[in-house]
């Protein structure tokens, strides 16, 4: 049977620099058009009904950048939230945050908590943004979760199954994602959600991140169509 369309895409945003330096201009460019980006498909995916959208906005790894790129991501983290949200919540998105909040500044982690606060009983699309995340991050922050709940005599250890480690993953309440595209021509995974992709179909695409659009959404989705999904089944 054909897939008919994915309930959750998680997307790896990735070419703004390369993009930005195509243009014979600075990487902050390329960073400003990938937002711009960002909304535009946060829309597309939205009118396309699907349920859920992981956008992979900085990983663990990011920290690593120059100070002064990583200075400017944040700020425009900031601005983007701030522009953005009163439409988001208007368009009934439900907006959610994923990573190690820690090192954040502190305005940054304000916006953020706020984001989530406005929008908790949205109905919408729910949206999940990667921020200062990492999969391994991640799963190890979940077995701290699970070893804190078996101490405080919340969890059976003899109970505890994949599932019950799922739930305490950042993504713990969405199900996986059907469909995951990295845009900007490498084929690798980047600390991404390693857990919750285990039968996630993969869409590589060369086009940089700046230049992705509708025409390129539908490439993904109409891959996503031709797959088949066994699980690990023969048929
Ligand atoms: C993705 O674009 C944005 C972030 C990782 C924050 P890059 O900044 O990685 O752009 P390239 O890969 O260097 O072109
Ligand atoms: C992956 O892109 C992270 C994000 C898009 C946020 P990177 O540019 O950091 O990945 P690598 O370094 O090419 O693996
Ligand atoms: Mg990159």
């Avoid at 946060?42 to 956008?55: C, D, Q, Y």
């Avoid at 919340?154 to 713990?172: H, P, T, V």
């Amino acid at each position: 049977m054909k897939n008919i369309k994915p309930d959750h895409i998680a997307i790896i945003m990735d070419g703004n620099g390369r993009w930005a330096c195509g243009q014979k201009r600075i990487r902050r460019y390329g960073h400003e058009q990938g937002a711009l980006t960002a909304k535009n498909i946060v829309k597309i995916v939205s009118s396309n009904k699907i349920k859920h959208l992981t956008l992979y906005a900085f990983s663990s790894e990011n920290w690593g950048r120059p100070t002064q790129e990583v200075k400017l991501l944040m700020k425009l983290f900031v601005e983007t939230l701030e522009n953005e949200i009163d439409e988001l919540n208007s368009n009934n998105v439900k907006m959610r945050f994923i990573g190690d909040r820690e090192n954040l500044s502190k305005k940054l982690q304000d916006k953020m908590q706020n984001a989530e606060k406005i929008t908790i009983d949205n109905t919408g699309l729910n949206l999940y943004v990667a921020l200062a995340y990492g999969a391994r991050w991640d799963i190890l922050n979940a077995i701290k979760g699970v070893i804190t709940g078996v101490k405080e005599g919340k969890l059976d250890k003899q109970e505890i199954d994949e599932n019950i480690l799922s739930s305490y993953l950042q993504l713990g309440d969405a199900p996986d994602p059907d469909l995951l595209i990295r845009t900007g021509g490498e084929k690798r995974i980047s600390n991404f959600l390693l857990w919750n992709i285990a039968y996630t179909e993969l869409f590589f695409c060369d086009c940089l991140w700046p230049e992705f659009n509708e025409k390129e959404f539908s490439n993904a989705l109409n891959f996503y169509s031709k797959r088949k999904r066994r699980f690990g089944s023969s048929v």
